[in-house]
Structure formats: structure tokens, C-alpha cells
């Protein structure tokens, strides 16, 4: 376990760390092993030298001590033994006769407790070397010599120093060279391994690393570079792609947010930031195709961008808005500058064998007049812009206080109007629809009314597009829906099949839930759905025809009826009547209120009537206000009539009030129109 814990440290250490350890760890065991074996022979080389000198000696000295022997003279034998005092090994001569009696006997230190050359003849402290003494080829005796070893010993020793220091101070100069030399292979490693880091937490590929040479580790380098030079290019790839739009070649709005310049206060020059909005695109979209569309969007691209001076940055927005930011010159009105890019997209435009002709809306915005930064220019521009369409599409704005003033005002409302809902504040009108022919009460439309506490009565045409705005249109609308139809019910004992008309706006008629909504309104109180008559507007087809018709059929299938109301203002293109399952167009009341004096209006009614007889629809004709509307409308052949006319629309007791009073009068019945509402 230790083992395995220190072998994954070493793993864990830096490469060079790894290197220099294993490299110093070699060397040192190669230094050891040098060292033992250079120490073994220079002991075996000593050993045997010693042991031939002193075999040497003692055989000299073996010769001349025989005489001695021979003349029973032990004293001169004793001094020739002392001889051997020369040489330090040899610590200790002893002479023995031919019968083993000790003749004479040398020692260098009077300690006894050396054992005699006898005892121990080769214990490793000293080595005992004998030989025989002769006269005359006779044996007379035995020399032994004991040599002590601890000198030779001594000497190895100091031997196997002086190696071991040459050995390290070798191995010393050895390991730094190889650390140098790793240090040097290392080097580009390192260098790679800093990029790589930089790379993983800065981003920057921009950086490369020196390819020092062919091997392993400069292919590693130049590979490296490769894919940074890879990467960093499709960085500038994505980033073109993240920044500029497709279709256009333009650059997008977060570009533009990121990149566009305006000048400082201080610099005394003026900055205009134009928002351009092309009127009614949805339309081109919805009736040609989208691929068409894009085409007239590429067109409208490229008008704009042959207006574009020095340091002027255009960008498409996103779906039909394109916004410029420019530098002004002096004097120069920003008014003139949006008038003339205006101009250049109405221009008529050929494409694809048909001539359109296009209009935009644009919104201005200055600097440092009107902010002094680009998204506070794009805020205003972009309300300017709004204001622009609310007047009639077609033209320019420049942003003033009023507009934002009214664009908090609304924000204001739609907060109201949340809570207006919770209050109770918000009640339901019922104005009556009568039969032209007849003249009576066949059923009525459901109008929204706020009695604001403190702004008294609040009109639908103002509240109604902030809740569509918001998107509270769809609680509002099914509240509306239901509480309409509870009343209708109640009111259909006392006055017989009155038919209910609901208003339902484009964003309810995209909701996913509004045939559950319709048919859970029906149900909840037993409502008779062929009398539910549902108006939207061609604003509100136009958006996704095929989703629309989809939307209807399903409606139509749950047993209602759909009205489009405030026909002949929109598109009024006849291509989708026939497509979409109408039961009603409402004439609305434009054409209706120069009646009768102006001819135009009267044929118009009249073209409306012969197309829905065509079609199949009836006709109802809106705000109607006198009786000679009433009367020539009527002969132009509309069905129905609504207006002040008969009645304003009125809450439920005016309304029980106002029937109660028409069931009084009396009512025509004879030619009363085929009962088809
Ligand atoms: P609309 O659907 O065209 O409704 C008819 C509008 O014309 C009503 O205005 C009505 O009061 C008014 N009007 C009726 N007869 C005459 C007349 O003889 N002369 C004149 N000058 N006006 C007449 P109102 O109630 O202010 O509603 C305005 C619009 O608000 C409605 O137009 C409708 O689009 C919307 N709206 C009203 N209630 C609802 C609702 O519950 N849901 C939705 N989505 N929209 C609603
Ligand atoms: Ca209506
Ligand atoms: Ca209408």
C-alpha cells in the first residue's frame, strides 16, 4: 500500500522532477556499485601483494635465521626476527624447531592479548604466513609470520575513499549535465504545456509556440500550432457567423450593440441612430412565400447599403428591421438623411416578374442629444419608430420626451389593467344587431368596458391593444368569453335565440387553447354554440394563413360561426375569403358613415354584398347612426346592421331595459330576412 502510495506520488511529480530523480537514482547505484567493485579488487590486488611480499620475506628471512637454528643460538635468531620491525604490517615472527619447540619469537607491541601466529593462523584480522627452515635440504625448523591485516584493511579503505570521491564528484558533474539536458529537452515542453494552459483558461489561440527541432517534441509544437491556427480560425469563422446576418451579409444587432461607435460629449459632434421598419413585410411573407420575402429583404439590404459614407454601420435587426447608426455633419438634418433612406425602399422593386412597392417606417434617435449610449439610441429609436407606424406607417419619427412619456403610460396601464381585472372593474356591454329587413334584435356583440375609478370610462381601443401587447389578452378574452355566455343563456329564456358575437383578438386566435377555452364557455352553462358568432380580424388571418384556416375549421367544427369585422380595412385580399370558413364580413363602419351622400362608399358596400352572396356570407354593416343609413344599407342588401343607430352597446340592465322597451314597439315580421344568423 506505502508502496503503491509513493509510486503514484512519483506519477503526480513534473516530468523533469521524475527525470532528474530516476536520473540521480541510477547514478548514485551505479557510484555504489563502482565503488564496491573497484574496493573488492583493490582488496584481492593488496591481499596477494602482501601476502607475496611477506611469503617473500619470510622465506628470506627463513634462510637466515637456519645458521641460528643450526648453532643453537636463539639470540641472533631473535635479532633477525626483529628485522621484520621494518615493515609495520608484520606484527609478530615466531621460530620453531624441527621438534615444534619454540626456538626465538618477534612481536611489535608487547600486547598479550594478540593471539600467537599459532592460535588463529588466518582469522581476517591477520593472516599467518609459514614457512619451512632448511639446512642442507633438511627441514629444522618452522617460520611462521603473522601480518596484520587491519593496515592493508586501512589502506583499502582510504583507497575506497578516494574512488568514491572521484566517483561522486564524476557522478556530480554527470547529473548536472544531464539535468541541463533535460532541462534543455524539457524546455519546449514547458513552453507547450504554458500554451496549452493559456489556451484552456484565457481563450487565446492566438498564441504559438517556438518549434525548436524535428523530433518527437517539435512535431508535438508545430501540431499544436496547427490546431491553434484551426481553432483561431474557426473562432473568426463562428464569430462572423454569430455577428453578421446570412441573408444580408449585414452585421446583426449584437454587432452593432458590441461595435458602433458614438462620439463622446465632448467632441462636439453629432451622432443619428435610424431604426427602420418595413410596413406590412408579413403580408409579402404570408401571400408569396418566405423565400420570396428573403429575396425582397436581400433587395432592401442592398438599396440601403448604397447610402452607406464613411463610418456608417447598418445592421439588420431581425425579422423587416434594419438599423443604421451614423455620424451627422454639420448641420445636417437627421430628419432629411431618414426621408431619403425611406424613399430609397419605396422606390419601386422589381423582383421575380413583379412589381412591389415598399414602405417603411423609420425611427430617429441622436446623440448625444438623445442618450450617449447605443442602447439607449435603439430604446428610443425603436419607440420613435413604433410612434411612426401608429401614425399611418410610411413615415419618419424622431424620438421627443412625449414618446417615451406615452410609452410608460402604457406600461402604467397594462399594470392597471392586471389589477383592474382582480377589482371587478372591467363589466361587459352588449350592443344590439338587428335585422336590416326586419328591424328586430336577432342577437348582439360582447364590448369590453373599464370604469376606471379615478379616469372614469377607459375605451377598449386603448386598453385592448396593451393587453394584447402583454399577452393578459388571454385571460381577459376567455373571462369575456364565459361571462358573455352565462349572460346570453339567461337573456335567451326571456327574448328567444339571440346570437352572441365575442371579439377575439390575434394573439387569443394563435393560442394553442382557444377551441378548449370556446368549447369549455359553451359547455360551462349550456350555451348553444351555433349561436356563438366569433369576429376576427384580416390582421389576425393575414399572420399565418394556413395555421389560421386550421384554427377556424376547428372552430367551425365545434358548431360556432366567425365573423371578420372591420372588413375593407385591412389587406382585404379576396384570395383567402374563399379559403377561410367566414360566415360574416362586418363592413366597417368608414364606408358606412359618408352614407348616403358619397357614391364611392355606396358602391363599395355594394361590391362587399355581391362578393359575399357569392361567397355565400352574409353582410353586416357597422356603426350605423341614422335611419337613412339604415335604409340604404338596407337596400344595398346587407343582412344586419349595429350602430347608435339602434343602440349603444349597453351593460345588462340597460339592455333588459332597451329589449323590453323594442318588444313594446312594434315589429315587422312579414319579410324578415331567412333565418340564417
Ligand atoms: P369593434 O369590434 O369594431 O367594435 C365596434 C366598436 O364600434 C365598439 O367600440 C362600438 O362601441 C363602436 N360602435 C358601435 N356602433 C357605433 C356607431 O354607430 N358609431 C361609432 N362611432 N361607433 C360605434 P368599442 O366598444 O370602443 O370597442 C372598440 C374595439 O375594441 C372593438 O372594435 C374591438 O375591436 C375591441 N374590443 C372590445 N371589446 C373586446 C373584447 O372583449 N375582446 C377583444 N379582443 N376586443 C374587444
Ligand atoms: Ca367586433
Ligand atoms: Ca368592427
Same mark, same amino acid.
Given at each position: 500500500? !506505502?508502496?503503491?502510495?509513493?509510486?503514484?506520488?512519483? &506519477?503526480?511529480?513534473?516530468?523533469?522532477?521524475?527525470?532528474?530523480? *530516476?536520473?540521480?537514482?541510477?547514478?548514485?547505484?551505479?557510484?555504489?556499485?563502482? +565503488?564496491?567493485?573497484?574496493?573488492?579488487?583493490?582488496?584481492?590486488?593488496?591481499?596477494?601483494?602482501?601476502?607475496? *611480499?611477506?611469503?617473500?620475506?619470510?622465506?628470506?628471512?627463513?634462510?637466515?635465521?637456519?645458521?641460528?637454528?643450526?648453532?643453537?643460538?636463539?639470540?641472533?635468531?631473535?635479532?633477525?626476527?626483529?628485522?621484520?620491525?621494518? %615493515? !609495520?604490517?608484520?606484527?609478530?615472527?615466531?621460530?620453531?624447531? #624441527?621438534?615444534?619447540?619454540?626456538?626465538?619469537?618477534?612481536?611489535? *607491541?608487547?600486547?598479550?592479548?594478540?593471539?600467537?601466529?599459532?592460535?588463529?593462523?588466518?582469522?581476517?584480522? !591477520?593472516?599467518?604466513?609459514?614457512?619451512?627452515?632448511?639446512?642442507?635440504?633438511?627441514?629444522?625448523?618452522?617460520?611462521?609470520?603473522?601480518?596484520?591485516?587491519?593496515?592493508?584493511?586501512?589502506?583499502?579503505?582510504?583507497?575506497?575513499?578516494?574512488?568514491?570521491?572521484?566517483?561522486?564528484?564524476?557522478?556530480?558533474?554527470?547529473?548536472?549535465?544531464?539535468?541541463?539536458?533535460? #532541462? !534543455?529537452?524539457?524546455?519546449?515542453?514547458?513552453?507547450?504545456?504554458?500554451?496549452?494552459?493559456?489556451?484552456?483558461?484565457?481563450?487565446?489561440?492566438?498564441?504559438?509556440?517556438?518549434? =525548436?527541432?524535428?523530433?518527437?517534441?517539435?512535431?508535438?509544437?508545430?501540431?499544436?500550432?496547427?490546431?491553434?491556427?484551426?481553432?483561431?480560425?474557426?473562432?473568426?469563422?463562428?464569430?462572423?457567423?454569430?455577428?453578421?446576418?446570412?441573408?444580408?451579409?449585414?452585421?446583426?444587432?449584437?454587432?452593432?450593440?458590441?461595435?458602433?461607435?458614438?462620439?463622446?460629449?465632448?467632441?462636439?459632434?453629432?451622432?443619428?441612430?435610424?431604426?427602420?421598419?418595413?410596413?406590412?413585410?408579413?403580408?409579402?411573407?404570408?401571400?408569396?412565400?418566405?423565400?420570396?420575402?428573403?429575396?425582397?429583404?436581400?433587395?432592401?439590404?442592398?438599396?440601403?447599403?448604397?447610402?452607406?459614407?464613411?463610418?456608417?454601420?447598418?445592421?439588420?435587426?431581425?425579422?423587416?428591421?434594419?438599423?443604421?447608426?451614423?455620424?451627422?455633419?454639420?448641420?445636417?438634418?437627421?430628419?432629411?438623411?431618414?426621408?431619403?433612406?425611406?424613399?430609397?425602399?419605396?422606390?419601386?422593386?422589381?423582383?421575380?416578374?413583379?412589381?412591389?412597392?415598399?414602405?417603411?417606417?423609420?425611427?430617429?434617435?441622436?446623440?448625444?442629444?438623445?442618450?450617449?449610449?447605443?442602447?439607449?439610441?435603439?430604446?428610443?429609436?425603436?419607440?420613435?419608430? %413604433?410612434?411612426?407606424?401608429?401614425?399611418?406607417?410610411?413615415?419618419?419619427?424622431?424620438?421627443?420626451?412625449?414618446?417615451?412619456?406615452?410609452?410608460?403610460?402604457?406600461?402604467?396601464?397594462?399594470?392597471?389593467?392586471?389589477?383592474?381585472?382582480?377589482?371587478?372593474?372591467?363589466?361587459?356591454?352588449?350592443?344590439?344587431? &338587428? #335585422?336590416?329587413?326586419?328591424?328586430?334584435?336577432?342577437?348582439?356583440?360582447?364590448?369590453?368596458?373599464?370604469?376606471?375609478?379615478?379616469?372614469?370610462?377607459?375605451?377598449?381601443?386603448?386598453?385592448?391593444?396593451?393587453?394584447?401587447?402583454?399577452?393578459?389578452?388571454?385571460?381577459?378574452?376567455?373571462?369575456?368569453?364565459?361571462?358573455? +355566455?352565462?349572460?346570453?343563456?339567461?337573456?335567451?329564456?326571456?327574448?328567444?335565440?339571440?346570437?352572441?358575437?365575442?371579439?377575439?383578438?390575434?394573439?387569443?386566435?394563435?393560442?394553442?387553447?382557444?377551441?378548449? *377555452?370556446?368549447?369549455?364557455?359553451?359547455?360551462?352553462?349550456?350555451?348553444?354554440?351555433?349561436?356563438?358568432?366569433?369576429?376576427?380580424?384580416?390582421?389576425?388571418?393575414?399572420?399565418?394563413?394556413?395555421? =389560421?384556416?386550421?384554427?377556424?375549421?376547428?372552430?367551425?367544427?365545434?358548431?360556432?360561426?366567425?365573423?371578420?369585422?372591420?372588413?375593407?380595412?385591412?389587406?382585404?385580399?379576396?384570395?383567402?375569403?374563399?379559403?377561410?370558413?367566414?360566415?360574416?364580413?362586418?363592413?366597417?363602419?368608414?364606408?358606412?358613415?359618408?352614407?348616403?351622400?358619397?357614391?364611392?362608399?355606396?358602391?363599395?358596400?355594394?361590391?362587399?354584398?355581391?362578393?359575399?352572396?357569392?361567397?355565400?356570407?352574409?353582410?353586416?354593416?357597422?356603426?350605423?347612426?341614422?335611419?337613412?343609413? %339604415?335604409?340604404?344599407?338596407?337596400?344595398?342588401?346587407?343582412?344586419?346592421?349595429?350602430?347608435?343607430?339602434?343602440?349603444?352597446?349597453?351593460?345588462?340592465?340597460?339592455?333588459?331595459?332597451?329589449?323590453?322597451?323594442?318588444?313594446?314597439?312594434?315589429?315587422?315580421?312579414?319579410?324578415?330576412?331567412?333565418?340564417?344568423?
Amino acid at each position: 500500500m !506505502r508502496l503503491r502510495r509513493l509510486l503514484n506520488r512519483f &506519477v503526480d511529480l513534473s516530468l523533469g522532477r521524475k527525470l532528474g530523480m *530516476t536520473n540521480a537514482a541510477g547514478l548514485l547505484l551505479a557510484g555504489v556499485l563502482i +565503488c564496491v567493485a573497484l574496493g573488492a579488487a583493490s582488496w584481492a590486488t593488496l591481499r596477494s601483494d602482501l601476502m607475496r *611480499t611477506s611469503q617473500i620475506v619470510s622465506s628470506v628471512l627463513a634462510q637466515h635465521v637456519a645458521p641460528a637454528i643450526q648453532f643453537e643460538d636463539p639470540i641472533s635468531a631473535s635479532e633477525l626476527l626483529s628485522a621484520l620491525s621494518v %615493515h !609495520r604490517e608484520f606484527v609478530e615472527a615466531v621460530l620453531y624447531r #624441527a621438534d615444534g619447540e619454540l626456538f626465538a619469537r618477534y612481536r611489535r *607491541t608487547a600486547d598479550p592479548s594478540l593471539p600467537g601466529p599459532s592460535a588463529t593462523p588466518d582469522d581476517g584480522a !591477520r593472516m599467518v604466513v609459514s614457512v619451512p627452515v632448511e639446512a642442507q635440504g633438511q627441514v629444522i625448523g618452522e617460520l611462521r609470520v603473522a601480518v596484520d591485516m587491519q593496515y592493508a584493511y586501512r589502506r583499502v579503505l582510504l583507497a575506497v575513499a578516494a574512488i568514491l570521491l572521484v566517483v561522486l564528484l564524476v557522478l556530480g558533474a554527470v547529473l548536472l549535465l544531464q539535468m541541463r539536458l533535460v #532541462a !534543455r529537452v524539457l524546455a519546449p515542453v514547458q513552453s507547450l504545456l504554458a500554451g496549452m494552459r493559456r489556451a484552456g483558461d484565457e481563450a487565446d489561440y492566438s498564441q504559438r509556440v517556438p518549434v =525548436a527541432g524535428r523530433d518527437e517534441i517539435g512535431e508535438l509544437g508545430a501540431s499544436f500550432n496547427a490546431m491553434m491556427e484551426l481553432v483561431e480560425e474557426r473562432d473568426r469563422a463562428m464569430e462572423h457567423l454569430a455577428m453578421h446576418d446570412s441573408l444580408t451579409g449585414l452585421v446583426n444587432r449584437h454587432y452593432l450593440r458590441m461595435r458602433a461607435r458614438l462620439p463622446d460629449a465632448d467632441e462636439g459632434r453629432r451622432a443619428a441612430l435610424f431604426y427602420i421598419d418595413l410596413d406590412n413585410f408579413k403580408a409579402i411573407n404570408d401571400t408569396i412565400g418566405h423565400n420570396f420575402g428573403d429575396r425582397v429583404l436581400a433587395a432592401v439590404a442592398n438599396r440601403l447599403m448604397s447610402l452607406l459614407g464613411d463610418g456608417d454601420m447598418l445592421a439588420r435587426f431581425g425579422g423587416d428591421e434594419f438599423v443604421l447608426c451614423t455620424s451627422l455633419a454639420d448641420g445636417e438634418d437627421p430628419v432629411v438623411r431618414a426621408e431619403q433612406l425611406r424613399r430609397a425602399i419605396g422606390a419601386p422593386l422589381q423582383l421575380q416578374k413583379r412589381e412591389l412597392l415598399l414602405r417603411a417606417s423609420v425611427g430617429i434617435a441622436l446623440a448625444p442629444d438623445h442618450g450617449s449610449t447605443v442602447s439607449e439610441l435603439l430604446q428610443k429609436a425603436d419607440a420613435a419608430m %413604433h410612434v411612426a407606424k401608429d401614425n399611418g406607417r410610411d413615415s419618419v419619427q424622431c424620438w421627443n420626451a412625449a414618446i417615451t412619456q406615452r410609452a410608460n403610460q402604457r406600461f402604467a396601464l397594462e399594470t392597471e389593467l392586471r389589477q383592474a381585472m382582480q377589482a371587478g372593474q372591467l363589466v361587459i356591454a352588449y350592443q344590439p344587431i &338587428v #335585422a336590416l329587413a326586419s328591424g328586430r334584435v336577432t342577437g348582439m356583440e360582447a364590448l369590453l368596458r373599464w370604469h376606471h375609478p379615478e379616469r372614469g370610462p377607459v375605451s377598449p381601443a386603448e386598453f385592448i391593444p396593451v393587453a394584447e401587447e402583454s399577452g393578459l389578452i388571454t385571460e381577459l378574452g376567455a373571462w369575456v368569453l364565459e361571462r358573455a +355566455c352565462i349572460q346570453v343563456r339567461n337573456w335567451h329564456a326571456q327574448y328567444g335565440p339571440l346570437h352572441l358575437a365575442v371579439n377575439v383578438s390575434g394573439r387569443q386566435f394563435r393560442d394553442p387553447a382557444l377551441v378548449d *377555452t370556446v368549447r369549455a364557455a359553451c359547455e360551462a352553462c349550456g350555451f348553444p354554440t351555433d349561436l356563438l358568432h366569433l369576429e376576427v380580424t384580416e390582421s389576425t388571418l393575414m399572420h399565418d394563413t394556413e395555421a =389560421a384556416a386550421r384554427v377556424m375549421r376547428q372552430l367551425v367544427g365545434l358548431g360556432l360561426k366567425l365573423s371578420l369585422d372591420d372588413f375593407g380595412t385591412g389587406y382585404s385580399s379576396l384570395a383567402y375569403l374563399k379559403r377561410f370558413p367566414l360566415h360574416k364580413l362586418k363592413i366597417d363602419r368608414s364606408f358606412v358613415k359618408d352614407l348616403p351622400h358619397n357614391a364611392d362608399d355606396g358602391a363599395i358596400v355594394k361590391a362587399i354584398v355581391n362578393l359575399a352572396r357569392a361567397l355565400d356570407m352574409l353582410v353586416l354593416a357597422e356603426g350605423i347612426e341614422s335611419e337613412k343609413q %339604415h335604409l340604404v344599407l338596407g337596400a344595398l342588401g346587407c343582412d344586419f346592421g349595429q350602430g347608435y343607430f339602434y343602440s349603444k352597446a349597453l351593460e345588462p340592465k340597460e339592455f333588459e331595459q332597451f329589449m323590453a322597451q323594442r318588444h313594446r314597439e312594434p315589429q315587422r315580421s312579414e319579410d324578415d330576412p331567412p333565418a340564417r344568423y
